[in-house]
């Protein structure tokens, strides 16, 4: 089973990583793009992944229900970090991380929209002065988008949940939880046990919200205030609202041609 290894996903996890992980379940923990590439190569069978990897490979994969990291509004760890307002950055340069697939389809989508049409690179973006010095902007997402003191760097830092939200009144949902199909229609009572672990992980990370808040400023050496905002800001629920703004997502992405089809959402049921 795959998980984030940004805290993004600490209250998720909280449960298993406190007791609840079964000897038969292995958890592999990395950026969301490396879990994207691991469970269509059938690596791993559960994870989280990218809200866009899921409609790029919808046909193979089933959402577990009501697992999500979204926002409503500020999501603060995905930021387009840029010297120039959106559509002034025609034909400049442009960085993406490979971290992610949903927070660059989306920008993606935004630029064709605009009819705005940027120079794109792919590279790291852990560092924003070696950053600055060689883009225009760049995308950033999870840890290091709370690390790196981006504000401070550039003109511009866009916060893509609440641009999503001023376009749409909608939520953002960057990332969901997954399961191969092919292993759901194998092993459904054990995709079932290990949905129901995800759920009651989840509950006990949220009746222990003041322990993932200490352990999420350990981790990036921040001020508590700001990982409290930053969980505060964050939700992990996958709600009808919810439902209705990844269609419209995966939608507009179609209209973008970003995606090659129509992203028909199925959940996998026991």
């Not at 959106?86 to 949903?102: P, Q, Y």
């Not at 120079?119 to 070696?130: A, D, H, L, Q, T």
């Not at 400023?217 to 969980?231: A, H, V």
Request: glycine share 4%; aromatic share 12%.
């Amino acid at each position: 089973m795959g998980k984030i290894s940004y805290i993004n996903a600490s209250p998720v996890y909280y449960g298993l990583d406190h007791g609840l992980l079964p000897h038969w379940l292995a958890m592999i923990s990395d950026v969301p793009s490396v879990l994207n590439r691991k469970i269509i190569t059938g690596q791993i069978e559960v994870s989280p992944i990218s809200a866009a990897f899921y409609a790029m490979h919808h046909r193979e994969l089933l959402l577990l229900p009501d697992l999500s990291i979204s926002c409503h509004g500020r999501v603060l760890s995905v930021i387009l970090a840029s010297n120039y307002a959106i559509d002034d950055l025609e034909g400049k340069k442009v960085m993406f991380t490979r971290e992610s697939a949903s927070a660059a389809s989306f920008m993606k989508m935004i630029f064709n929209q605009r009819k705005v049409s940027p120079v794109y690179e792919i590279g790291s973006v852990n560092n924003c002065r070696m950053v600055s010095e060689s883009v225009d902007a760049a995308l950033v997402i999870g840890d290091a988008a709370l690390r790196q003191p981006w504000d401070q760097v550039f003109e511009y830092t866009i916060d893509l949940g609440q641009l999503w939200f001023e376009m749409t009144q909608l939520p953002f949902v960057f990332a969901v939880w997954v399961v191969r199909r092919s292993f759901a229609q194998k092993y459904p009572f054990l995709v079932k046990d290990i949905h129901q672990l995800l759920l009651e992980s989840k509950k006990q990370g949220y009746q222990h919200m003041d322990e993932v808040v200490e352990a999420g400023k350990t981790k990036l050496n921040l001020e508590r205030s700001i990982i409290k905002e930053y969980f505060d800001l964050l939700y992990c629920d996958l709600d009808d609202k919810k439902i209705k703004a990844m269609q419209m997502f995966f939608n507009s992405l179609l209209d973008q041609g970003i995606l090659k089809e129509k992203t028909d959402i199925r959940f996998f049921k026991a």
